[in-house]
Each structure stands twice: as C-alpha cells, then as structure tokens.
C-alpha cells in the first residue's frame, strides 16, 4: 500500500479523473475494526475530491473475492464501469488454524483478481494478532490503513490514466 506519511502519497491529483468509479468491498466479521478502516477510507477518497464510490458489505475476509468478481460480472448491466476495487476487513488470530486459511484464501483471491480483471484491486485486510495491532493500525502509530488503501487506490488510477 501507500506510505504511511502524508508527504509521501505524491498523488497527481490533475490526472484522476473525479467522477471514477470506486467500488470498496468490507467484511462484517470485526467490523468495529473495519469500520474504522473504512471511515479513513472514505475521508480520504473525499479529500482528494472523489465522489463516485459504492460500498458492498460482504459477511467475512473469504467473502471479498466473490463479491469483487461478481460485482465486475454484473456491471455493465446495473452499475458504470468501476476503475478500482478496494478490499477492507480485519481477520484476528484466534487458537486455531483457521486465521491461517482465511488470510490465505483472502490473500489469493486479491491477488487472483488482480491477474485477471483490467482494473486493480487493493489489498486493505489487516492480518493481525490481536486487538493492539488493529488499533495501532485504525489510526494508531500506524496510520489508517484504510486511508492507505484510499491512496493506492488513487494511485492506481493515475498509472492508469498516465500511460
């Protein structure tokens, strides 16, 4: 994702197009965590003028390919054409394997979608070990991973509009 510092998301703001298309797709699954991921998000897609954002809720992490996938699918029949896809949730680790498994199959599917569809995908799911280190990346020392995720996102859509 973007840096972290403000001074460091060196958007050329001119190249992107203001009434893109963004699509964020969050889980329920934690979503006092996601919501704040998602709330950084959107403050930052508005501070740099974007309006045109659709938000799909999706049950947990595992969801999020399927409903990206589907979403693009369907598109041309009820939706414009989107020109980013921006993926947020939060899968803690609990006493069983099954952290594992959803962080990988969340993980594939982002990066199967990015191989396959023509728009990206950006990877905004905390993978994290217990509630500190999603506070500390919800606004903490870390930043807001969700406005991280605004900032790739807008990025990618610059490259786009650049080349």
Not at 36 to 46: E, H, I, P
Not at 139 to 156: F, P, Q, T, W
């Amino acid at each position: 994702m973007a840096a972290a510092n403000e001074n460091q998301y060196n958007l050329n703001a001119g190249i992107l197009p203001k009434d893109a298309c963004i699509v964020i797709v969050h889980t329920e699954w934690n979503f006092e965590i996601v919501k704040k991921l998602l709330d950084g998000c959107v403050a930052k897609l508005q501070e740099f003028g974007m309006k045109n954002y659709k938000i799909i809720s999706v049950p947990g992490a595992f969801e999020i390919p399927f409903a990206i996938k589907n979403f693009w699918n369907t598109y041309q029949n009820k939706f414009e054409k989107p020109q980013v896809f921006i993926a947020l949730g939060c899968v803690l680790r609990g006493d069983t394997p099954h952290f594992d498994y959803v962080c990988k199959a969340v993980t594939d599917g982002v990066l199967q979608l990015n191989l396959t569809l023509p728009v990206p995908t950006i990877f905004g799911v905390l993978t994290v070990d217990n509630q500190q280190q999603a506070d500390e990346r919800t606004g903490g020392i870390y930043g807001n991973k969700g406005a991280e995720a605004a900032v790739s996102a807008l990025k990618m859509i610059g490259i786009k509009y650049s080349i």
